[in-house]
């Protein structure tokens, strides 16, 4: 006898956020990344219970003492200390903080304008459209630190100003990302359907049109964080982004660089950190593509 009716939840397809997870899982570099980038996101948040000392506190009697593994170190400075007596592992955790906030901002900033301009030109398609996309396209004509350095060199240097600048850098990829998602996303079936029901432009932007363009998007806005604590320490080393005491990693990096051969953990640490958080973001990045393309989901 065949029952009336099978039970519920028998043969139906998992649901789409198990499918994948499971997509996610499979790619370790991904899962490691985002491994990494929850610890050093912890330590941030938790620097100030974690560094034994303060950012900017100086040891007069330990200028440039090794690591504690190393003749001459002491638990006191488990990664040493800088040219000023400052402990090193101490403004390594406070440097993160420095970082991930500004990043954070910067690609929230761009992400949100980038969005809007896109939108704009995907929607216009008229003058409008065509002067935002010129203006994007002379901005990516320069290349990218040179264009940051302009506009820190205009404003003046201070972190606030880099990150305008790496924020500045950055728009065009989102706006660019943006009006091509909306173009692929405008001659599809449900828009047209949406746009014979009444929906006016407004509603059909916010709630038929954006949310599906929202997938690359969200690869671009995790590819765009690394980029932008990288741009953000080129600039501090340059002397354009943060200012001493600051600590910053790329700042760390500029004010000990003239003893690298005297005391090698100064600029190997503060290097490892910006390498290690950029490199964990990239690895993301590629574990999200993989999720939301469906060429890669086949």
Not at 105 to 114: E, P, S, T, W
Not at 140 to 161: C, D, R
């Amino acid at each position: 006898m065949i029952p009336a009716s099978a039970p519920s939840g028998i043969g139906d397809p998992p649901p789409a956020g198990a499918s994948s997870w499971r997509l996610f899982r499979r790619n370790r570099g991904a899962l490691i990344g985002l491994s990494v980038i929850a610890a050093v996101a912890a330590t941030a948040v938790l620097a100030p219970f974690l560094a034994p000392h303060g950012p900017a506190e100086q040891f007069r009697g330990a200028l440039l003492q090794s690591p504690m593994w190393m003749e001459g170190g002491s638990a006191e400075f488990p990664l040493g200390t800088d040219p000023l007596g400052r402990d090193l592992l101490s403004r390594l955790l406070w440097g993160g903080r420095v970082s991930l906030t500004v990043g954070f901002f910067v690609v929230a900033a761009a992400l949100l304008a980038g969005v809007v301009l896109g939108a704009l030109a995907g929607f216009a398609r008229g003058l409008t459209g065509i002067l935002i996309m010129r203006l994007m396209d002379l901005m990516l004509a320069l290349p990218s630190l040179l264009l940051a350095i302009v506009v820190v060199a205009v404003l003046g240097p201070s972190l606030i100003n880099a990150a305008v600048a790496v924020g500045a850098v950055q728009l065009p990829h989102f706006v660019r990302l943006t009006r091509g998602a909306v173009l692929a996303e405008l001659g599809k079936e449900y828009v047209i359907a949406s746009r014979i029901a009444g929906a006016g432009p407004l509603r059909l932007a916010l709630s038929t049109v954006l949310p599906n363009c929202a997938p690359p998007l969200i690869v671009q806005g995790t590819l765009g964080f690394s980029t932008a604590v990288l741009d953000v320490a080129a600039l501090g080393f340059l002397g354009l982004g943060a200012q001493p005491p600051t600590p910053e990693w790329g700042t760390m990096l500029a004010d000990s660089l003239a003893f690298v051969q005297r005391a090698w953990w100064v600029v190997t640490f503060p290097g490892l950190a910006i390498l290690v958080t950029v490199l964990a973001f990239n690895l993301l990045g590629d574990g999200l593509r993989d999720i939301f393309d469906p060429r890669l989901k086949r």
